[in-house]
């Protein structure tokens, strides 16, 4: 009875070599899937806070306060620049139960890299278009919180622009072009028809800045 054949010392080497590219082609998918993860993970915790505040904002553009609504028209006011928005609003997500009028902010603090949300209730007319309290944008949560205002905050931000077209803005082009609309608007008697809105995310662990597309809103539809 003849003895089996065994492996032959080119056969043992070819089954080494392709175990071997067996075990980096693995290694290499699952750093990829890893790494593919820990970045998702890290966007998403920019992403989905940034997409809740698009959506907020959205909402008080179209509840806002605006002239020619009856006896709510003495409450309208708009005061908007490229890092900073201010206007009345019925719709108001911060603290449950308080209906009414509501006076909101929007800014970006650059100190920080983060953007913030004020609300505060409107109950008189002199409460509209009073001045801010003096260092409003640097002061802190709590402080604002003893002014009646209520803060929320979005970090991880590296810039806010906002833009406004005009009622009379002229037919062109630059219509669809919110980088091109007014990077400013306050007048007491009208308001913007649209605005655009940028913010700029951190790319990567580099400090990347990532801007992200323009979001159009539209004012006062409701």
Partial sequence: MKDSPGFTLLEVLVSITLIAILVVVLSMALRSGISSYTRAKER????????AFEGLLCRQLEAIVAPGMGDLSDFSFFDGSDDKLIFITTYGPLGIGRGGLMKVVYWFNDDDDAIYYAQKVVVRKKEVKEDLPDGFYSASIEELNK??????????????TFSYRGAKAQSSEDDFTPDKWEDKFSKS????????????????KDKETEAKEWVVLPVGIL
């Fill in 189 to 204: 008697r009208s308001l913007p028809i649209e605005i655009g809105l940028r913010i700029d995310l951190e790319k990567d």
């Fill in 147 to 160: 002014e009646g205002w209520t803060v929320a905050k979005l970090e991880g931000v590296k810039g806010l």
């Fill in 44 to 51: 998403n915790t920019t992403f989905f806070p940034v997409a």
